[in-house]
């Protein structure tokens, strides 16, 4: 077991971390990409449910 911890830290060494400046680029694209796949949906549910609604 102390070991396997041995080896995770030894690990965690080596791992190369995001910088403020990459985390906050990285996270407005994924709001972004949210918000305008959010509205892409949005669309395609009011279109399907007018025609829906044209049909019955």
């Known amino acids: ?5 041995k080896s995770v830290g030894h690990e965690m060494k080596l791992v190369t971390w995001p910088t403020y400046k990459q985390n906050r680029h990285d996270t407005m694209i994924v709001i972004v990409s949210s918000i ?19 049909v019955m």
Do not use: C, E, N, R
């Open 36 to 54: 305008l796949f959010a509205i892409y949906l949005g669309a395609l549910d009011w279109a399907f449910s007018a025609l829906t609604q044209a």
């Open 1 to 5: 077991m102390f070991k396997f911890f």
